[in-house]
Every structure is written in C-alpha cells, then in structure tokens.
C-alpha cells in the first residue's frame, strides 16, 4: 500500500465555532438587559468592545506567537482604539487622548527599549515594529499642534520618551535597523 | 554540496518564485511531491536524523517565508523540520504556521518516504536533487555496516541562489505568441477537497520501442496520449470548442548552464486544435511532434522566458505594495489559468549510485491538481520503470482509465497503484 486509506478530513474547529456562538449570544443578552434597564448608559457597548478586543488579541496570539515587538505594537493600536471608543461613549473627555494614550505610548516604548537592550542580538526581528511604534508615538505631536488637545504634561513625556527610545535603539541598533529596512522594503 | 558563498540571512525570491506566494491559497497549493518506495519499513527517527543531516548540505532549504512591503522574501530558518507520518492528501497547502515555518514538509507511510515542496522555493529539479540526499543518508544510516566507506565523495555538486531569470533574461526579445483559451476539463468533484492520485508505472523498454516506430520522444509519446485520452474521455462528451492545451515545464538548467538551486524554469504550451469530428491518435502526435519542434527551442523558450521576466520586472507592478499585490494577482491567475487544459511534468531519471539503487523500489512525483486545472499528470523514471501520475480533483477516472487502456492496446505494460480516492481502475491490476 502506497497511501494511508484514512485521510484525516477537514476538522471543523468546534470549540472556535462554539466560543463565538457564545460571544454573540452574550453580546445580544448584554444589549437586551442594557435596554431594558439603565437605556441612557451603554454599558452593554463597552463590554462588547471589550470582548473584541480579546478576540482580536486571543486571534493574534494564535497566529503570531513568535515575536513579542509585533504583540506590542498590535496591542498599542488596539488599545488605544478600545480607549477612545470607550471615552466617546462615555460623553468624549478626551481623557483617552490626554491620560490613556500617552500613558500607553510610554509603556510601549520602554517595552521596546527594554527588548532592545536585553536582546539586542535579535533587534533585527523587531526594527521594523520598532520604527512603526516610533511612527505612531510620535502622532500625538500633529494632534498637540493642529487641534485642541490640552498641551499637558503626559503627551509631551510620551513623545520624548518615544523619541529617546528610538535614538537608544538607532545608537545601538542601528546597522540592524537599516538591514531590515532593505529587507522589507526591497524591490 | 558546496556553495559558492555562506548563505545570506536573507535572500529575494526569484522571478518565479515571487507570483507562488501571492497566488497560492488552499485551493491552490502550487506544491509538489517527490515519493521514494523504499524496500523496507521507514524508521521515523532514522529519517528525522537524516533530513537534518541532508538539510545542511542544502542550506538553501533552511529558509521560512516573510512578508515585505513589496514583495515577499527568504529568511533563515533555525528550526527543527518537522517530520511526521503521511495523515492528508499528497501536494496540499504547507501552512507554515503548523511546519515550523519551513516551506517544504517530509512525511512517510509504511516503505514511502515522501517531501512535499512549496513552488517558491525551487523546482522539481533541484528538489530531486535534496530528496535524493535525504534518501541516501536514510540508507546510508540504516546500514551503517554497508556503507563504512564513502562512496558519494566524488558526488559533490556545486550550486549558488542566484536569479537565473534575471541573469540570463533577453530584454529586447519579443513573445509574439497569441493566446486562445484551452479547453477546461469539466466533471464532478471529489468531496472535502479529496484528490485522487493514480500511478501508472509503464514497462520503460516497451515504451521507448512504441516510440522508436514512431520517432518521438517518451514525453512527445505521452503528451499526445494524455491529449487523446483527454479528447476521447472528456473532450467528446463535453462537445469541446476550444483547443486542448498542454502545459509542459521546460528545465532551463541545461539550457542556460545554470547551477542555481532556485527556481530556473520556463514552459512551453502544446496546442492541440479539435476541429475534425474523429481525430486518430496518430494525427494527435504528429501535431505534438509538431508543436515539439516549433517551440522547443532555444529562441523560443528565451522569449517565453523573457516576457515572463520583463512582467515581474516592470517598475509600476515592482512597486504595487504587497496587499494590493495580493488580490490582483488572484484575480488575474484565474484568468492565466484557462489557457491551459492540464499540465505535464516530465522530471525524467533519477539517477542514483549503483550501491543504493538495491534498498529502492521506485520513485513518484506529483503535482498539485486545482480548481482550473483539475487534472495534473507528472512522470520521473527509475531502473526500467517510468511512473505516469494522474493528480486530480474529478470524481471519476476517464481519463486515467483511456491513458490506462490506450498503452495496454501498445503492448506496454502497465501496472496501476492508487491512493484509492476513486478506485476504478485499480481493479484491472
């Protein structure tokens, strides 16, 4: 015999399947008791945002379970998408874009500085998140000049240590930034 | 093997190799497999052991895939290959996530050693080239007592990763070939993605006779079987208008003195044009014979090759970012793909020393059938057997069963093996 006579079929992955059927359902009772008891607070739209966002994270961490900068950057975006949605439903404070925000883009980038200085051998896996983290730190600033935000304390702190962590990383790392860069951008 | 230079951590796929990536899906696996039949039961861990050795003499192999922003490229791969036993189809979509991220996996079942490849990281002829490696340490580390002396130390090959494509390509060449839609086999399909693999090893010196009386080559031969069993099995029922169309991958190696062990191949497309009501087999071979001559030639296959080339090379598609990339290419392969009935690889003998020839039994190549082209056929031989494979997605065997019945008519003998997806024919034996 030169094949197995029992090929292993497609699998349905039933306990993915089962877990999303459990979200929606969760999702809808949310929304029925949201509406049929406190209507003027969405609360109901706050934990199923939350719920995506561990979707979203529980999925990646699935798929990309090999480099941690890639995590960091998936979760500064998802984050702060998470915290701005859940400040404009709760009236737009801005307190996701002056406090949540800059606190967040801090944490990533001393993450990043941190990964860079422990293992910089292997810096040239995560160069390229590194420059798009630095990219995306460094928004704050358009958003300081161009709009309303409060010029406070936390953005500027963010954007400086944003920066710092990325001259940290061009000094030490440079030769590998620029490596990748070829890399990915190759034509 | 020695390489002309340490491998780089990174490398660009080659011109060939870059459309793999972007097309391919799990209805399109663009993988193939080599198979060797060995005369004894495959011992897991002797063959792990081997494929590590083996891989780093082709160190090329030790790649995973990774995505720029442009295009996709090499990067090394310091993982284990996964070895395990054959559980799915032959040919399907290698998910590198569940492969340690290596474009290639080795499975085995019972005397059957057998590696799928991933199109992008070379072609069946240097694949051949690493699987024949594989298997003479697997034997060579299965009897250690036969083998204490070297008897492959004068065997070294020499081969780079360069782009032949790139290097030899002719930029002022001109394809002048004008391009009808094929005929596209039709037919019910094998559920749950099922594929049905018949092999029929075909007696070589019986073969070559049949050809010699008909002063054609084996793969002129059994191009123009395929093209009459196609026409007699599906054509006629089907009340075919377009031309059945065969596609046969052209190794440039020899062509261009190349030592590459990328991607280093072209194709040229047999055309054969139905317009009589009843078209005899021997009209069928002087038409290939025909087309043979005409494009099998050393100015042709530049042009094919160059219009290829000058596509991948355009500046505006170059810079089309990666995900955009993405879509148009799928959209316009299926497209591509209907200009071609099937496809048929010849990778010819394999040759292998004297001492290790006894410890095999036969060697199979496969390649994988789509939802275009559901009928795929390949042939290697081995000793005095060339083994025709038939790949495919449709739900019945009339084809494989005209190719079958049209040889044994020739007095060539034929024996059937099966993966027993459709067992029809498989009672013949």
Known sequence: MLYPQKISAKKCNFIKRLLIVITVLISIILIIINKLTTPKIPWAALSIAGMIYIWVTAIYSINRNTNIASHVLVQIIIISILVVYIDYTLGFKRWSINIAIPILIMTANVAMLVLTIVSHKKYIKYAIYQLIIFLLSIVPIFIIINSGVQKNILNIIAVSIATLSFFVCIILCGKDMKEEIIRKFHT | MIKD?????????????????????????????????????????????????????FESFKVKMKKGFFWYYFE????????????????????PKTNNQYLFKVTYFEKKINIDVFHSLTDGNSATNF??????????????????????VDRKIKYNTEDSYIKNYDKKSKNNNTNRKAYILSGKKIPLGGISVIHEIINIKQLKEVCQKYNV??????????????????????RGKRPIKICIPVNLKKYFNSITISNFFSYITVEADMKNEKTSFEEILDLVKNEFSKKLTET?????????????????IKLIPLFLKKPIVKLSYIEIRKYTTATFSNIGRIGIIGEYQKYINNFLFLIAPEQVEKIKCSACSFEDKIVFTFTSILNNTNIEKNFYEFLIKQNINVEIESNGVLDVISSKN
């Open chain 2, 131 to 152: 699987f024949k490696e594989i298997i003479y340490t697997y034997i060579e580390l299965s009897h250690p007592e036969k083998f204490n002396k070297e008897y492959r």
């Open chain 2, 76 to 95: 090394k791969n310091n993982k284990k290959p996964i070895i395990e036993k054959e559980k799915n189809y032959p040919c399907k979509y290698i998910d």
């Open chain 2, 300 to 316: 042709e296959i530049q042009k094919t090759m160059s219009a290829n080339v000058k596509l991948g090379n355009n500046i505006f």
């Open chain 2, 217 to 238: 080559t084996i793969t002129q031969y059994l191009t123009a079987v395929l093209i009459y069993s196609i026409y007699e099995g599906n054509y006629k029922k089907a």
């Open chain 2, 5 to 57: 230079k340490e491998i780089e951590e990174w490398r660009r796929l080659d011109n060939s190799a870059k459309i793999f990536p972007i097309s391919t899906g799990k209805k399109y696996s663009t993988v193939f497999r080599l198979s060797a039949v060995l005369k004894e039961e495959i011992n897991p861990e002797t063959l792990r052991q081997a494929v590590k050795i083996a891989l780093n003499k």
